[in-house]
């Protein structure tokens, strides 16, 4: 399988584009802003892993673009653009149907619960063949049963009888796969899709993943808090903190030569990266109350090295590379230079070393 | 490295002194986070937000003060005394509602005012003995039956046995076997209704029973019963108000049901259930009907009161409503 | 299957267990009952002699060893005292069949509009049609449904020129009983299914639906009414048995001959037998109904194997 290069990838064409978007939601009678403004720009046939803590908004981020944001929240502004439709305009279930399934479909976290129980799993992915593929019983049971061969599950006709108490979890997890595969999409939306997984299941599905967006030529976005998931099938990173997206680059980028305090503090918390016999590193602090606006750099008050700007002014994309940009003030010529974390600079030497050798 | 983009460069003339180091102070990070969470207080602004609930709450705390005071307040009349037209000295039969007696009087001349608020007030007394009872009865035997494994074979037999037996009959008979009164039909509604509490009780004690917290509490060796009070009955407060609540409704009905098949308070005993009795050996005489009506709206307004207060706090003390 | 044979087999020890406590407490009751008015007019020695007659003098074990003899044969006995020596099989049988047709009109009824309702309040939820229901459900819940019998009869009569009294010979005198068991029904089919349909709605499965394209009512006929349902088939065959016991309230209101307040009256007049039959007849729908609720469900829910459910009653 060949890995595609950033070049190659941010040359490809722009399938989905999201500009300034501004999410809310309404709870207990208070206004919270879960999405501040992010803007991120889709490129067909990568994968994309967006990064962030719980309740940074990645989900609620990637759930606009389905239309499925819960009863209480709303797009304010911005735009997601999608085959020259603006997705954020779209109000009525008439129009979103024609995105749902067709041209953006989703994996979900737990596959124990993403089943309906008392319907046969076949059935399950035939649903989704004969909403979006036209066709019909035999023919689309067919393919139902081919579908579920390519995802993995041995003896497809006898499994496609079962009911999804008679699958263990990661098996459970690659009929939901199925059933948005064979919807046809061109963009997979995979949210958090190891999590509830063995470990060794784990790295099975990853692979599977890739394998099926050869085969199926699907954009992935992979949603995640597991940095573990992303090296392993990002091309691109996206970092979230506090509903914005902090810094984007290629997977050697962010990993090696990481900008923003927020992802070195990230990185520097991964257990692998940890020194045996020293404490692993953790991030100080909370992420911020989305109820209150936010002035400035979001992750000012964690961070040891902030800057007074930090607390005063939003900082704005600074180009790092074509392919890297980071959102932090530390970027601006006239900020005095603070040296990245320990870990980080041995992160980067070692990115140093790997580029040698790709070079 | 060193030419740096800025793509959006709407933050050009910014004041250089801004690019030095801020404190850095930890509790800082710290306070921004949303953590300021307390379960009572999150119960009663769900509870406040249902502007129904309030308002039946207001009203029914209103009724029963009202039905505590009336007895004492200037002018009452009383709920059994036989009033006499002084001039013609006959009994005030069924007399209209009128500015003497406010929602007229019964057939043998009693003041229908004062006869509902003592009857509300006796069947609000069932009620509230009942609901007692039951929450004792039923969360203790709830909870050894979920608790105590030995236990749950033994009990579920009996419930078994008991849950088969016809409410009616049990209800009947013990009305039988002792005489009509007050203690006697609480007596005989505590014994039928203690059973569901118990079942809601023990089904979700089975459920929280085996979850790890638990699980390690055990493992510290902490005693059973201040297992069962300090980590199992706060997740039932809401199951358990719920039932209270509604074991007052459900007594009164019961009350009505067994005052209308004859086997209810004494008739010198004003209740709810007598007085709609009463009212419904009138109701097909068009001028009498208020005294259906009348006890039939307080009746409503109790029950009503006491189901969606109950249902609506219910739903208040459920965490997950809690956003 | 062997499950299915201990499950009746402990049933049939639980109704044995059942009977005899009733029969005991049936005991306890004072002798008055036996001799209704007649009471006070007689004298000592007529009392005794009319319960030796009846077989009450005997020890209360042999008492209940009769009867249980004479149930083995299939023979219910005869009444005691509410039709003397009229066998109990024959006082039944009108009244049931009189119960269960008013009964099972309603049932019908209930189901079609009560699931109607509730379905629409699920699909509503929180809009007009939800609350609306809701104060329905809540006002048919709370408030003793006797009341709403008597405003019935006094108005509906009237408005609508309809018989006061259930008259045998005259259709149009099913209408309000009918009514009136239906009323407390609806309700009932309608909150439960609202309810477990909120709570299938609630489940990552529907996500999954919606995220893959399916419309919001294709998801609620596909997927949340059916396995709404199922929890719901649990009930059904408990119900639809248990229209012949009637309701007290609706019978006597409208003097419909069935077994509604039998119950009562057998108890008031301490007719033993027929008590024990009534009481046995209950509790064995009670328990019949509940196993065949089982088997109704595992045959809807393929994660339901009887056998393996280890007495989560």
């Known amino acids: 399988m060949a890995q595609k290069t950033i070049e190659e990838i941010i040359n490809s064409e722009v399938i989905l584009s ?112 004969e909403l979006h593929q036209n066709l019909k019983g035999e023919e689309a049971k067919k393919l139902a049963i081919e579908i579920l061969n390519d995802v993995g599950i041995t003896e497809p006709e006898r499994r496609y009888k079962q009911y999804p108490h008679e699958f263990s979890g990661g098996m459970r997890q690659r009929v939901v796969i199925a059933i948005a595969v064979a919807c046809n999409p061109n963009i997979l939306i995979c949210d958090e899709p190891t999590t509830a997984l063995d470990v060794t299941i784990q790295a099975q599905i990853l692979q599977l993943l890739k394998n099926l967006q050869d085969k199926y030529d699907l954009t992935i976005i992979y949603i995640t808090h597991d940095l573990g998931v992303v090296a392993n099938v990002a091309d691109r990173i996206a970092v979230m903190y ?60 964690r961070n040891p090295h902030a800057l007074k700007i930090d607390f005063v002014e939003r900082p704005p994309y600074f180009e790092v590379s074509p392919t890297h940009k980071a959102r932090t003030w530390l970027l601006d010529s006239r900020s005095p230079k603070v040296e990245p974390p320990l870990l980080i600079k041995k992160m980067q030497e070692m990115g140093a070393k790997r580029g040698d050798i790709i070079d | ?82 009033y006499n037209n002084p001039e013609t000295n006959l009994q005030f039969r069924n007399v209209q509602p009128n500015n003497e007696f406010w929602f007229g009087t019964n057939s043998i001349g009693q003041d229908l005012w004062a006869r509902i608020w003592s009857g509300t007030r006796t069947s609000l007394f069932i009620g509230v003995a009942v609901g007692l009872f039951e929450a004792v009865v039923g969360i203790t035997i709830g909870a050894l039956w979920g608790y105590v494994r030995k236990l749950d074979a033994i009990i579920t037999e009996i419930y078994n046995v008991w849950d088969n037996i016809p409410t009616t009959v049990v209800l009947i008979i013990l009305t039988y076997i002792m005489k009509p009164s007050i203690p006697t039909i609480i007596f005989a509604m505590c014994m039928t209704g203690w059973l569901q509490m118990a079942r809601f009780v023990r089904n979700l004690i089975i459920i929280i029973r085996d979850r790890e917290y638990n699980l390690a509490s055990r493992c510290l060796g902490t005693p059973t019963s201040r297992i069962i009070t300090k980590n199992l009955l706060p997740y039932l407060v809401s199951v358990i108000m719920l039932r209270m609540a509604l074991a007052i409704p459900a007594a009164i009905g019961n009350e009505v049901f067994l005052s209308y098949i004859g086997m209810g308070l004494p008739v010198d005993i004003p209740s709810l259930g007598n007085l709609i009795n009463e009212g419904r050996a009138l109701m097909m005489d068009p001028s009498q009907r208020y005294q259906l009506f009348f006890p039939a709206a307080v009746i409503s307004v109790v029950t009503i009161s006491f189901y969606v207060i109950g249902n609506v706090f219910a739903d208040s003390a459920d965490p997950r409503n809690h956003v | ?136 459900v809540v006002g048919a ?173």
């Open chain 2, 1 to 82: 490295m060193t030419s740096k983009k800025i793509i959006n460069n709407m933050a050009d003339n910014i004041d250089p002194s801004l690019f030095e180091f801020a404190d850095y102070d930890q509790s800082k990070g710290e306070l921004t986070g949303y953590s300021n969470y307390s379960f009572w207080r999150s119960t009663v602004q769900v509870f406040m937000k249902n502007k129904v609930a309030v308002a039946l709450l207001v009203l029914i705390a209103c009724v029963v003060l009202f039905t505590l005071v009336q007895p004492y307040l200037p002018g009452q009349k009383s709920p059994t005394q036989i």
């Open chain 3, 141 to 313: 819940n709370a408030v003793p449904v006797v009341i709403y019998y008597l405003l019935i009869q006094v108005f509906f009569t009237q408005i609508f020129n309809l018989p006061l009294l259930y008259d045998k010979t005259d259709p149009k005198s099913w209408i309000l009983p009918v009514f009136c068991l239906s009323l407390v029904n609806i309700a009932y089919y309608a909150m439960w299914i609202r309810r477990y349909m909120v709570d299938e709605l609630n489940k990552d499965y529907v996500r999954l639906a919606r995220a893959k394209g399916l419309k919001n009512k294709e998801i609620m006929i596909r997927h949340v009414m059916r396995n709404a349902f199922v929890p719901m088939a649990q009930y059904l065959p408990a119900s639809i048995l248990y229209t012949v016991s009637g309701s007290i309230y609706v019978e006597s209101l409208f003097s419909i001959p069935g077994t509604g307040g039998l119950l009562v009256t057998a108890i008031q007049r301490q007719d033993n037998t027929l008590v024990q039959a009534l009481v046995l007849l209950y509790s064995s729908i009670g328990i019949i109904g509940l196993m065949l609720g089982d088997i109704l469900m595992a045959t809807f829910d393929p994660r339901i194997k009887l056998g393996n459910e280890g007495g989560s009653r």
């Open chain 1, 18 to 129: 999201v500009e300034d978007l501004v999410i809310k939601f309404n709870l207990r009678g208070k206004e919270l802003t879960a999405i501040r403004g992010a803007s991120l720009d889709l490129h067909k046939g990568e994968s994309l892993a967006i990064v962030g803590e719980s309740g940074s908004g990645k989900s609620v981020f990637n759930k606009s673009f389905m239309g499925l944001l819960d009863a209480n929240g709303r797009i304010e502004s911005g735009s997601i653009i999608y085959k020259g439709q603006d997705l954020s305009k779209y109000k009525t279930e008439d129009e979103w149907i024609k995105i749902r399934g067709k041209e953006i479909a989703m994996v979900f976290q737990d596959p124990m619960t993403s089943l309906n129980p008392l319907k046969t799993v076949g059935k399950q992915v035939q649903e989704s063949i």
């Open chain 3, 1 to 136: 299957m062997k499950y299915v044979l201990i499950r009746l087999l402990r049933s049939v020890l639980t109704l044995v267990i059942v009977v005899t406590v009733v029969f005991l407490l049936m005991r306890m009751m004072p002798i008055e009952g036996y001799f209704g008015a007649s009471f006070d007019k007689l004298d000592e020695a007529q009392k005794t002699a009319k319960l030796e007659n009846l077989g009450l003098l005997d020890p209360w074990y042999i008492q209940l060893k009769n009867f249980y003899n004479d149930l083995i044969k299939g023979d219910f006995g005869e009444s005691i005292t509410y039709r003397p020596k009229v066998a109990i099989t024959k006082i039944l049988g009108e009244k049931l069949i009189t119960s269960l047709r008013f009964g099972m009109a309603s049932l019908g009824i209930s189901l079609v509009v009560g699931l109607s309702l509730g379905v629409l309040m699920a699909r509503y939820k929180g809009k007009f049609w939800d609350k609306l229901g809701t104060c329905y």
């Open chain 1, 242 to 301: 506090a509903g914005d997206i902090i810094e984007l680059g290629s997977s050697e980028e962010v990993f090696f030569d990481p900008k923003h305090p927020y992802t070195w503090a990230l990185l520097s918390s991964l257990p692998q990266l940890g020194i045996k016999g020293e404490a692993l590193y953790s991030i100080k602090g909370t992420p911020p109350n989305l109820f209150k606006e936010i002035k400035g750099d979001a992750f000012a008050p």
